[in-house]
């Protein structure tokens, strides 16, 4: 990805914010949005943005899980499959 083209100062998404949004439909770039030649926002079509979000939070319950692991806690899965066939099955709650 060249973010070199991605870069636009706040006046041209003012004055192309409709042609902005019709590109998204076609290519999912990213803006970078300047303000006195500083970075200052992104712009992102909403489907890649959820993408992104999830991704997000598939890794923070990876990362959680490493951490677990590190801290000793987990069972192997001999014993866990052993402990969920062993448990009564709960009484189902639909009529």
Same mark, same amino acid.
């Given at each position: 990805?060249?973010?070199?083209? *991605?870069?636009?100062? @706040?006046?041209? =998404? /003012?004055?192309? %914010?409709?042609?902005?949004?019709?590109?998204? $439909?076609? +290519?999912?770039?990213?803006?970078?949005?300047?303000?006195?030649?500083?970075?200052?926002?992104?712009?992102?079509?909403?489907?890649?943005?959820?993408? *992104?979000?999830?991704? @997000?939070?598939? =890794? /923070?319950?990876? %990362?959680?899980?490493?951490?677990?692991?590190? $801290?000793? +806690?987990?069972?192997?899965?001999?014993?866990?499959?052993?402990?969920?066939?062993?448990?009564?099955?709960?009484?189902?709650?639909?009529?």
């Amino acid at each position: 990805m060249n973010l070199s083209n *991605q870069i636009k100062p @706040l006046s041209y =998404l /003012k004055s192309n %914010a409709a042609e902005i949004i019709r590109d998204f $439909a076609d +290519k999912e770039d990213t803006l970078i949005i300047t303000q006195n030649g500083e970075a200052k926002m992104v712009v992102m079509d909403i489907a890649k943005y959820q993408r *992104q979000q999830d991704t @997000l939070t598939m =890794l /923070k319950i990876l %990362a959680l899980g490493a951490k677990e692991i590190e $801290a000793g +806690k987990f069972q192997d899965s001999e014993n866990f499959f052993k402990e969920l066939n062993d448990e009564e099955p709960s009484e189902s709650k639909l009529p």
